[in-house]
């Protein structure tokens, strides 16, 4: 009987570590979603020194911190020239190792972005780390040694938004996915060796920032990924393109939810062609005359020379005339790819469209009228806040506080609008647990409200420093990367 007894104990013992220890592996957790599953109680109240488990000092960055096996891993800018990687053991915060590399002459990137942005991916063996001018990098988890190390090209951004681009895991692979404005692709490498399983030339598409997720299928896995003009359904197993649904706009900087084999977007994005003659028309050299010049495309440009490669497949593929400018159509047709020509925008009345909308995936080829489930335009989408999906309700918040929550069956909207209690600027998507939604402001207060379809403030929590990076839940505890600080908030 004490046998019996001894052995029951440490089955629901085992079965209770398994409950709570979920990780959260890449950026916004399981499949990117932002939903822990959970049932261990997350902190309600907290701030930068009450319900704190402890903290750690970091350099610049707006990556997420992530967590597996354990620890957390968390980038920083070391100084201007050095990034470095750590790992901190999730329990006591003590650092378990860190790694930094030199890199040296970045290119500047937006006020609002950090050399630092990307978030690494991790598992109970590895941790992969991306930086712009380094590639993807694998290293031991307990001990940070470098393991392999994939060249990326260094991404090319006209407008200097700068890099942001993350890892993905998927099986034994690690997918990647750049699209700049020179040579946009993913890629899917072996997680244990590093060798390239597929990759697809993603020419088609313009910069996009979102984050590719996984759909189970009927016919299988696929690997869904947002960007200009299509919404694409990988083979996750060879890199081929299953379907496409040309339902989607320019530029994409947020990253789908997947659930039960529904995909749920939210986009704002306007056009290119309209940012350059904008641009232009500003530019101490633009003469307003409703065209564009290279020496105006020059002269936006803040690093100060446009390369011939990006001429090349642009300027002069829109130049029809050969006159050495762009107007009209020309616009169009030199920003966007001749096999996808979404979201033409040169004649718009509107600076950007806005919509929610839900895709169903699986299928084969173009799947634009079979798998459009809704899509309705609304003015309250963020073109950089990924939207939450629980309980049947898709949350979106927009910059300023702005809180709109829309049914999923239908997409119908869920009740008014809602300012939150914290008016600032919004670049750390919302992410669920325990009943509760945590939503991070610039200005650094973290507010904590009840999964429902009502407006209920549950806290709001000053942590004392900007944060623009998605926090991470693991293990009971929330991990909050400010701008300066890792900070472990539970009980």
Same mark, same amino acid.
């Given at each position: 009987m004490k046998i019996i007894d001894y052995i029951t104990c440490f089955i629901v013992s085992v079965c209770a570590a398994a409950v709570s220890a979920e990780d959260w592996p890449q950026f916004r957790g399981p499949n990117s979603s932002g939903v822990s599953t959970s049932k261990v109680t997350l902190p309600?109240?907290?701030?930068?020194?009450?319900?704190?488990?402890?903290?750690?000092?970091?350099?610049?960055?707006? @990556?997420s911190p992530v967590v597996a096996n354990g620890k957390v891993f968390v980038a920083s800018? +070391?100084?201007?020239?050095?990034? @470095?990687?750590?790992?901190?053991?999730?329990?006591?915060?003590?650092?378990?190792?860190?790694?930094?590399?030199?890199?040296p002459n970045l290119i500047p990137v937006h006020k609002t972005n950090s050399q630092c942005a990307t978030t690494p991916a991790a598992?109970?063996?590895?941790?992969?780390?991306?930086?712009?001018?380094?590639?993807?990098?694998?290293?031991?988890?307990?001990?940070?040694?470098q393991q392999w190390k994939h060249d990326i090209p260094t991404p090319f951004f006209v407008f200097r938004w700068g890099p942001a681009m993350s890892p993905t895991l998927y099986k034994d692979k690690v997918i990647f996915l750049q699209d700049d404005d020179l040579n946009p692709s993913i890629v899917a490498l072996h997680r244990e060796t590093g060798?390239?399983?597929?990759?697809?030339?993603?020419?088609?598409?313009?910069?996009?920032?979102?984050?590719?997720? +996984?759909?189970?299928?009927?016919?299988?896995?696929?690997?869904?990924?947002?960007?200009? @003009?299509?919404?694409?359904?990988?083979?996750?197993?060879?890199?081929?393109?299953?379907?496409?649904?040309?339902?989607?706009?320019?530029?994409?900087?947020?990253?789908?939810?997947?659930?039960?084999?529904?995909?749920?977007?939210?986009?704002?994005?306007?056009? +290119?062609?309209?940012?350059?003659?904008?641009?232009?028309?500003?530019?101490?050299?633009?003469?307003?005359?409703?065209k564009l010049s290279k020496d105006e495309m020059h002269a936006i440009v803040p690093s100060g020379r446009v390369p011939d490669a990006f001429f090349k497949k642009t300027f002069d593929r829109g130049d029809l005339n050969k006159d050495g400018y762009l107007e009209g159509e020309e616009l169009d047709i030199a920003f966007l790819h001749p096999d996808n020509f979404a979201g033409a925008r040169f004649d718009a009345k509107e600076a950007a469209d806005e919509y929610v909308m839900a895709v169903r995936s699986g299928g084969i080829g173009d799947v634009t009228e079979s798998h459009l489930l809704w899509k309705h335009p609304t003015k309250y989408t963020d073109h950089i806040v990924s939207p939450l999906v629980s309980n049947g309700r898709m949350l979106l918040i927009?910059?300023?506080? +702005?809180?709109?929550?829309?049914?999923?069956?239908? @997409?119908?909207?869920?009740?008014?609008q809602t300012r939150i209690q914290n008016t600032c600027e919004y670049f750390a998507s919302p992410i669920v647990g325990d009943g509760k939604i945590y939503i991070a402001g610039e200005n650094g207060v973290v507010v904590v409200l009840e999964d429902s379809n009502e407006y209920k403030v549950l806290a709001k929590n000053d942590m004392g420093d900007s944060i623009l990076a998605t926090p991470a839940i693991a293990d009971g505890s929330l991990f909050i990367r400010t701008r300066s600080k890792l900070i472990c908030v539970g009980k």
């Open positions: 309600t109240q907290f701030n930068s020194s009450d319900n704190v488990k402890w903290s750690a000092n970091l350099g610049d960055g707006i @990556g800018m +070391i100084d201007d020239d050095h990034v @470095g990687l750590h790992a901190f053991d999730a329990a006591s915060g003590k650092e378990i190792w860190a790694q930094q590399w030199h890199t598992d109970d063996d590895r941790v992969y780390f991306y930086f712009s001018t380094l590639g993807l990098i694998a290293l031991d988890a307990s001990t940070g040694k060798e390239v399983a597929w990759r697809d030339d993603r020419s088609d598409q313009a910069v996009n920032y979102s984050h590719p997720v +996984i759909s189970k299928t009927d016919s299988g896995d696929e690997i869904i990924v947002a960007g200009t @003009g299509m919404l694409i359904g990988y083979n996750p197993d060879t890199g081929e393109r299953k379907w496409h649904a040309r339902v989607l706009l320019r530029n994409i900087k947020t990253t789908p939810v997947v659930e039960n084999g529904i995909v749920y977007i939210s986009v704002q994005s306007g056009g +290119i062609a309209n940012q350059w003659l904008a641009s232009a028309d500003r530019a101490e050299t633009g003469d307003s005359n409703g927009k910059g300023g506080g +702005i809180r709109t929550v829309f049914d999923t069956k239908k @997409g119908k909207s869920l009740g008014r």
